[in-house]
């Protein structure tokens, strides 16, 4: 989102978004301050769900390893405790995570979905996001394009 100018709006859905703590405070916050004043909500993992992220690389591995992806990082796995806890959606772009979090039963969205959302709320046009596709494409971010223009055309 933030590559194609977007944070402000993403904020704008009416949604909210959590992040675990420990993963603002080491690698968004140094990158992308400001997230908290947009309507970013840093939250703790409550510690059953820290011990439940810890456990899941050695119960995924192979699984993850069969997919020929690089397994998710404990960081990403507090994302996916965070989610399980909270009960909500887990947003990620992350291949690795988005299978294990449907494995586990946790609902997951990433960046099309979203756009998809900000089309929906009248918060953009389609026109709107599909240059924000763009831009996130000149970006060098790797999304499924063909996927992402075909559902965003759908909601003309």
């Known amino acids: 989102m933030e590559c194609a100018g977007l944070l402000a709006l993403l904020f704008r859905l009416p949604e909210r978004f959590g992040i675990p703590d420990l993963l603002y405070y080491e690698e968004i916050e140094p ?12 939250m703790e993992v409550q510690g059953e769900f820290v011990a439940w992220a810890q456990a899941m690389p050695a119960r995924y591995a192979a ?3 069969a997919q020929r992806g690089s397994p998710p990082g ?9 989610a399980k806890q909270e ?7 992350d291949a690795s995570l988005r299978l294990v979090a449907e494995l586990e039963a946790v609902p997951v969205m ?7 959302g900000m ?14 596709l763009e831009r ?15 559902r965003l055309e759908a909601l003309r």
């Open 31 to 42: 990158g992308t301050p400001g997230l908290e004043a947009l309507g970013l909500e840093v």
């Open 87 to 93: 009960d909500c959606t887990l947003l990620t772009g």
């Open 110 to 116: 990433g960046t099309v979905g979203l756009l998809c």
């Open 63 to 65: 699984v993850v390893a």
């Open 74 to 82: 404990h960081n990403d796995y507090l994302a996916l405790a965070l």
């Open 136 to 150: 996130m494409k000149q970006g060098k971010r790797r999304l499924p394009w063909v996927e992402a223009v075909r």
């Open 119 to 132: 089309v929906q709320h009248a918060l953009m046009s389609v026109d709107e996001a599909l240059l924000a």
